[in-house]
C-alpha cells in the first residue's frame, strides 16, 4: 500500500490560498486523476477539498492529507433533459449551462459557490430549491465500501443542508433530471437572482458564506443574529457582516 501511495503526486499548498475566508494553515493536497487513486487514499486519514468556499481552516493547518478531484472528474454531458456531471464540475458553471440549452431546474442556485460534488454533500441551496430537487441519482463512495455504486434518488434521504448519508461519503458524479424551458427566460433569472445575492450578502469580502443554519424558515440565523444588535461585532479580523448578520468576514 504503501508503495502505491508514493506514485501519487503530492504538493505543499497553504489553505489560505485555497480557501475563500483566506484562512489556514499547511497541508499536502492530492490531485485525484482515478478513481483508483481514491481507493488507495482512502486507507489512510484524509479530508476532501473542494472550492473551499466552506471552510473554516485553523492556522496550524491540517495533519490529514487534502484529496481533491482533478480534471477527469470535471465533465458535463446533455442527454435530452438528463444532464451528467462530475464532481469536480463547477456549480455556476452548471447552471448557466443549464440555462443556455433551455433546461430549467438549477437556475435557483445560479451564484451558489461550490462544486457540484460540494453541492451534492451539503444539499446546496438557497430559498427557491436545493440541487437534490432535481437529482436522478448519484455515483457515491460510501465509507467502507470496495467500489463506487449508483444510488437513485429515493435511496438518498437528503435534507436541509445534508445529503443525509453517512459522514464520509464520497460524491463522484450525479445525474441530473431538468425541464425543457426558454434559454432567454433562464439565463435572465439565473442573472437576477446573482444580482439579488449581489445586492444582500457580502461576495466581495473574505468569507466561507453563511456561517449557521437556519433554525426555521420563520427565523433565519442573519435575522436572529441581527435582532441581538451583533452585526459589525468584531474578535480581531472575524467580524460579523454588516450587510448580512450570518456572514463572519476576514
Known amino acids: 500500500m504503501t508503495v502505491e501511495l508514493t506514485r501519487i503526486p503530492m ?12 484562512v489556514g ?21 484524509y479530508r476532501m477539498l473542494g472550492k473551499g468556499e466552506n471552510l ?20 458535463l454531458e446533455f442527454d435530452g433533459q438528463r444532464v ?4 469536480a464540475y463547477d456549480l455556476g458553471r452548471l447552471v448557466a449551462a443549464c440555462a443556455r440549452q433551455g433546461l430549467a431546474g438549477l437556475e435557483g442556485l445560479a451564484g451558489v459557490p461550490a462544486t457540484v460534488g460540494g453541492a451534492l454533500y451539503m444539499n446546496a441551496g438557497t430559498a427557491v430549491c436545493w440541487i437534490f430537487d432535481v437529482v436522478s441519482r448519484v455515483e457515491v463512495l460510501l465509507p467502507g465500501a470496495q467500489h463506487p455504486q449508483w444510488l437513485q434518488r429515493e435511496d438518498v434521504p437528503a435534507v436541509y443542508r445534508s445529503s443525509g448519508l453517512p459522514p464520509g461519503t464520497i460524491f463522484l458524479a450525479c445525474e441530473l433530471l431538468l425541464k425543457n424551458g426558454d434559454a432567454s427566460s433562464l439565463k435572465h433569472q439565473s442573472s437576477e437572482f446573482k444580482r439579488h445575492k449581489a445586492a444582500t450578502q457580502p461576495l466581495t469580502m473574505r468569507s466561507a458564506g453563511c456561517i449557521f443554519k437556519n433554525p426555521d424558515k420563520e427565523q433565519p440565523a442573519g435575522k436572529l443574529i441581527q435582532d441581538h444588535g451583533l452585526k459589525g461585532e468584531r474578535v480581531g479580523a472575524a467580524v ?9 468576514v476576514n
Do not use: C, W
Open 240 to 248: 460579523v457582516s454588516d450587510v448580512h448578520a450570518n456572514f463572519i
Open 84 to 87: 451528467r456531471v462530475g464532481a
Open 56 to 75: 473554516l481552516v485553523v492556522p496550524s493547518g491540517v495533519t490529514e492529507r487534502l484529496l481533491k478531484f482533478g480534471q477527469p472528474f470535471n465533465t
Open 11 to 22: 504538493t505543499s499548498i497553504q489553505l489560505a490560498d485555497y480557501t475563500t475566508m483566506r
Open 25 to 45: 494553515g499547511a497541508a499536502e493536497l492530492i490531485e485525484i486523476g482515478y478513481s483508483e487513486d481514491l481507493m488507495v487514499l482512502m486507507a489512510y486519514p
